[in-house]
């Protein structure tokens, strides 16, 4: 039986999030047991927001014992082992109409209890299916999945590895049918391969591993009662994106001297894109990829600037450097530079060549959404998930079009490439002394203040313009995160997904977590952030001036501060807490027809398995927050969508446990013991065929 390398850091139960110390390696390359990227002293933003919760609610919440934490203890004691029955084969406690329970429009549904099962528990009178798994095959020629005989080639036509981020698009003319696209965002290769040997990989695990990250897009057919989804495979519209597919760079920076290598000396083509996160949709149906951890894949730096954004001085954890010298800086120093962007990609056009845009900077993206102003222009709101980094709004000054000719798609591709790049500075409303972090309100008993966007470069047909002393243009674009840095941006707590409500036009950051928050040498509390050692996380509510998303300046309230609800320091809008499920580490948000706010986790610290919750955002059950699912053991909850009769999430790294492997899983979802653990793409529904929630 082969053992693993030693684990960097501390044992799983110490790793800052919940996550194991396997996660930490092969997800963001142990980001959180490197040094802080961000040694600036800019304002924390912990240390803008404590006082954002109202003294009446407070004093309710001390005086409460809480219903749903009580449950979820409940839950998690009462948890039976993993069951032999695959995905395909959990059924609904209750398989008949559901009960109407009580609850905001879209969220009448019984809470899940928090639990530790080896599967996606979903509410009673619910149903669900696996809709895709890795490695089933989507490409004309594509081999069905064998895990003991796989190869490259056969990876790169079927579905890849660690789904996050997911689109579902409108397919005319093809009833029943929409169009899938999934983010690809890293590879477990102790989980894909028997025997792996992480200090000595083989060339064809390497490959496979580039074929298994990039992107899918996979044609989906709906059963027209239910929420049932299967894949099609070898429709003409299926595509893979891998780590070696082409793209090209385009806006400011593309062109630019510090984007070129000696692969490509004109810094305009890059191949592949790597650990896509979470994402976004744009009005004019292409989809939108952040590029997260790229780090972890570049090896041998000692550059400053490659310090702030993670960039080791040894070996990766992969090897890839062993087998693509454009992975070894010391070879190819400006290639990380080609890393880090948002991606757009048209799944309508399988021969379209993907675009990484410059003009959105170049970071951690967690994801990306967009929003139009009054006159048509997009505004893209992204994350820099990272410990005490920022999160930033692109504006662009071209308008979008309307139609289909090739003209009209042509411009709209063009979009992202031309506008303002800003990055977000917080003020609490608060004196800084009051703010203790212990959760304890200030003065004028509330967590809130206003905000501006700061300009950092404007990107033109005929060039582009600095806004930041001492950078040129291409330097903002290429080391975004030093830019900020120099205007003085809040530091915030991992900003991961931000999305704009599309009925209300509110503005929710999800902030994952921060453990070293107030620790010896890290910033303290602030009204943006009121808890130091921030296990759980918390999301933020941003009200642009006007509701215009091209406004430079906005307010801002703590709209949720997760944890136990028993917790006096957790919040929910203002809603009694004794009526709320247990939430930890916001992730991903999303939202449904009615204005709802989902949230998925990623690393909950609660003893629970990670799961996806609905939340009112307004109207008297405001901050009402219930769990809908969680999922199996070991995995993260991704991708959500949340249609009118479907909720769609993404199981990404199931089994992903210290000391999992191939020979020893820690999981047996989605197919049962005996098989290969698998990411994989769920579909959920109603049993009676109605409506989600209503």
Wanted: aromatic share 8%.
């Amino acid at each position: 039986m082969r053992k693993l390398l030693p684990l960097i850091g501390t044992p799983s139960q110490s790793h800052p999030g919940g996550r194991s110390a396997m996660t930490c390696r092969f997800r963001c390359g142990d980001a959180c047991f490197h040094e802080v990227p961000n040694t600036s002293g800019n304002e924390y933003v912990g240390d803008v927001i404590a006082g954002a919760l109202s003294r009446r609610s407070m004093m309710r919440a001390a005086a409460v014992v809480t219903v749903a934490g009580a449950a979820g203890a409940a839950g998690v004691a009462g948890a039976r082992p993993a069951e032999a029955a695959t995905a395909d084969q959990v059924k609904p406690s209750k398989p008949s109409k559901p009960s109407k329970p009580s609850g905001a429009r879209g969220l009448r549904y019984s809470s899940v209890a928090p639990n530790t099962l080896d599967a996606v528990v979903v509410p009673d009178g619910y149903t669900q299916n696996v809709v895709i798994r890795w490695g089933e095959p989507i490409l004309r020629g594509a081999p069905a999945f064998d895990p003991e005989k796989q190869t490259a080639a056969a990876q790169a036509g079927q579905f890849g590895y660690n789904n996050d981020f997911l689109a579902l698009l409108p397919l005319p003319g093809e009833r029943n049918r929409q169009l899938l696209v999934a983010n690809h965002e890293y590879t477990d290769e102790v989980l894909m391969f028997r025997g792996y040997d992480a200090a000595n990989p083989t060339r064809e695990q390497v490959e496979i591993a580039w074929a298994a990250h990039g992107l899918s897009a996979v044609v989906v057919e709906g059963d027209r009662r239910t929420g049932k989804l299967v894949a099609v495979p070898r429709h003409h519209l299926n595509r893979r994106v891998t780590a070696t597919t082409e793209f090209r760079l385009t806006g400011p920076a593309a062109g630019s001297d510090l984007l070129k290598t000696s692969a490509d000396p004109t810094g305009t083509k890059v191949l592949g894109t790597l650990n896509n996160c979470s994402g976004g949709t744009t009005p004019w149906g292409t989809t939108l990829h952040g590029e997260e951890n790229f780090n972890q894949y570049f090896a041998n730096s000692g550059r400053p600037t490659d310090k702030r954004y993670g960039i080791g001085t040894g070996a990766t954890e992969r090897k890839w450097e062993r087998f693509d010298k454009r992975f070894d800086v010391a070879q190819e120093p400006n290639e990380s530079h080609r890393f880090g962007y948002v991606v757009e990609f048209d799944p309508y056009d399988p021969s379209s060549t993907p675009r990484k845009h410059t003009a959105l900077g170049r970071f951690k993206h967690e994801a990306a959404t967009i929003r139009l102003t009054h006159d048509g222009r997009p505004v893209v709101y992204t994350g820099d998930d990272e410990r005490f980094d920022y999160f930033y709004k692109f504006v662009g000054s071209k308008r979008m079009r309307h139609g289909s000719s090739r003209s009209v798609r042509e411009h709209n591709l063009s979009l992202l490439d031309e506008g303002t790049l800003y990055v977000a500075k917080l003020t609490g409303d608060s004196p800084a002394i009051e703010i203790d972090g212990t959760g304890k309100l200030p003065a004028d008993g509330e967590f809130d203040g206003s905000g501006e966007w700061i300009p950092l470069a404007t990107a033109t047909a005929k060039g582009a313009v600095s806004h930041v002393e001492g950078m040129t243009a291409d330097e903002v674009f290429v080391f975004t995160r030093l830019a900020g840095d120099k205007v003085g941006a809040t530091k915030m707590d991992r900003p991961e997904d931000i999305e704009p409500n599309p009925v209300t036009g509110k503005v929710y950051v999800a902030l994952t977590n921060n453990s070293n928050r107030g620790k010896a040498g890290s910033a303290a509390a602030d009204e943006a952030n009121p808890r130091n050692a921030n296990k759980h996380g918390h999301v933020l509510e941003l009200t642009e001036r006007w509701n215009r998303a091209e406004s430079t300046k906005f307010c801002w309230s703590l709209f949720l501060v997760a944890g136990d609800p028993a917790d006096p320091s957790t919040y929910f809008a203002g809603f009694p807490k004794d009526a709320v499920s247990p939430i930890s580490c916001p992730d991903n948000v999303a939202f449904d027809p009615h204005g709802n706010l989902w949230i998925s986790t990623d690393g909950a610290q609660l003893g629970s398995h990670d799961g996806l919750f609905g939340v009112a955002t307004r109207g008297s059950r405001r901050g009402e927050l219930k769990q809908f699912l969680t999922v199996p053991t070991g995995a993260e909850t991704c991708g959500p969508l949340i249609q009118e009769r479907r909720v769609l999430i993404a199981v990404q790294h199931p089994g992903e446990l210290d000391g999992a492997s191939v020979e020893t899983p820690k999981s047996t979802w989605p197919d049962g013991p005996g098989k290969l653990v698998r990411p994989a793409v769920v579909s959920v529904w109603r049993v009676d065929g109605e409506d989600i929630g209503v």
